[in-house]
């Protein structure tokens, strides 16, 4: 079964990454070309490295499948969720205050030992 992002064509780092938050996972670039897959919120202890971005899909579609680590809280759920919604309008210039807004939520959620 093909992922959201192979049905649509080639697969690029955006529809990757698409498709991970699909899943509830992220996805990020890694010095020397790398991919790092990972809940939403999680640490280097449940992420996962890969070098290809088919792969990158395909393991958060089974990370989903698995399900989330028991620590998560509504509260940490609550703020990553809106970390994730609010960061769809980051490049866009006609909104204001999304890139504090977001420093201020991710802050936080470092300072829980948490990770976006």
Do not use: H, W
Not at 16 to 35: E, F, V
Not at 38 to 50: I, L, M, R, S
Not at 73 to 98: H, N, S, V, Y
Request: charged share 25%; proline share 5%; aromatic share 8%.
């Amino acid at each position: 079964m093909n992922t959201p992002a192979q049905s649509a064509g080639a697969l690029t780092f955006a529809r990757a990454r698409a498709c991970c938050r699909s899943y509830g996972c992220t996805l990020t670039r890694r010095p020397g070309g790398d991919y790092r897959v990972n809940f939403q919120g999680c640490g280097k202890e449940t992420a996962y490295y890969t070098p290809d971005l088919d792969d990158a899909c395909g393991t958060a579609r089974a990370m989903f499948k698995q399900g989330r680590p028991a620590s998560e809280t509504p509260e940490r759920r609550a703020l990553r969720r809106a970390a994730a919604f609010i960061a769809g309008f980051e490049d866009d210039p006609l909104q204001e205050g999304i890139v504090e807004l977001l420093a201020e939520i991710r802050s936080v959620l470092a300072e829980a030992g948490d990770a976006i």
